[in-house]
């Protein structure tokens, strides 16, 4: 999937030296590409020639555009049978595995739920451990406190194209709650500020979920800072066996984490283009 953005100054979905240069022939890719949803193609003939493939999920500028882009000799025939060979290609090539999980009662979904406990597991980076406070030790911390509404919430992923439905969700409260410990745990979705605070100078474990946070004013008051991302359906279960060090957080960071906000670049929001 190419992305939003543009990469020195053409849109993703419509560059040729990602789509085809650095994606395919230096990485050798030989599936087939689709744009971001929606908004990812604007132009139809740039696209079509610098090989995205597929544009999803309204055509906005391929179907009848796309052919008129080829009658009119602006797209060629041959850049419309190589996207049309790399999709049918792709689709032969898994035919027999989407035929196989067709057939009721062949996926084993014991091995998908043990898989999503083994990547959220793994995924789970360690920013700070100062004192090894982490794991934690239930005879020396006996009081936990959860605080933040996303705790308690089956939040698994964006509500946009990368929304799934999971058959449960296991929150981070709920995989602390359940963990055998002898702890005691405290939730509390942070409506008051004050409150927030009251229950963290009682707790011998402070837990704050949320969205994007900017860490730089409280980082080096806490002795130890996990970031799990979107953990997935086994997301609760895998903090907590992180918590209490059944395993350890294996994830590095795919971003780099701004100290400031004065470090993020300016948005326009009024821009009319990207």
Not at 16 to 33: A, H, K, M, P, S
Not at 52 to 80: C, N, S, W
Not at 109 to 130: D, F, V
Request: net charge negative; proline share 3%; charged share 30%.
């Amino acid at each position: 999937m190419s992305a939003y953005n543009r990469y020195q100054g053409a849109m993703c979905g419509e560059n040729e030296y990602l789509l085809r240069q650095v994606l395919r022939n230096e990485w050798d890719f030989d599936g087939f590409t689709i744009c971001d949803f929606v908004w990812g193609v604007k132009d139809t003939v740039a696209s079509a020639s610098s090989g995205l493939d597929i544009e999803m999920p309204i055509t906005h500028f391929y179907g009848e555009k796309l052919l008129e882009a080829v009658r009119e000799g602006e797209v060629t025939e041959q850049t419309i049978d190589e996207s049309a060979l790399r999709i049918i290609r792709t689709l032969l090539a898994h035919e027999h595995f989407i035929e196989e999980h067709k057939k009721e009662g062949s996926c084993d979904y014991r091995k998908h739920q043990e898989l999503a406990l083994q990547c959220a597991r793994e995924g789970i980076t360690l920013l700070k451990n100062e004192d090894q406070l982490l794991p934690i030790d239930c005879k020396k911390r006996k009081k936990i406190v959860v605080l933040g509404s996303y705790a308690d919430r089956e939040n698994i992923g964006d509500r946009g194209s990368s929304q799934v439905y999971a058959p449960y969700v296991v929150t981070i409260l709920q995989g602390i709650t359940e963990y055998p410990s002898d702890a005691e745990v405290i939730y509390y979705s942070g409506e008051s500020a004050s409150h927030c605070r009251r229950l963290a100078k009682e707790a011998d474990v402070v837990l704050v979920g949320g969205s994007m946070i900017l860490m730089d004013e409280w980082k080096d008051q806490v002795g130890a800072i996990l970031m799990a991302y979107y953990p997935g359906m086994e997301g609760g279960k895998a903090v907590a066996d992180v918590l209490f060090g059944k395993t350890n957080p294996g994830g590095k960071l795919p971003f780099v984490i701004p100290k400031k906000k004065e470090d993020l670049p300016e948005i326009d929001w009024d821009a009319e283009e990207f």
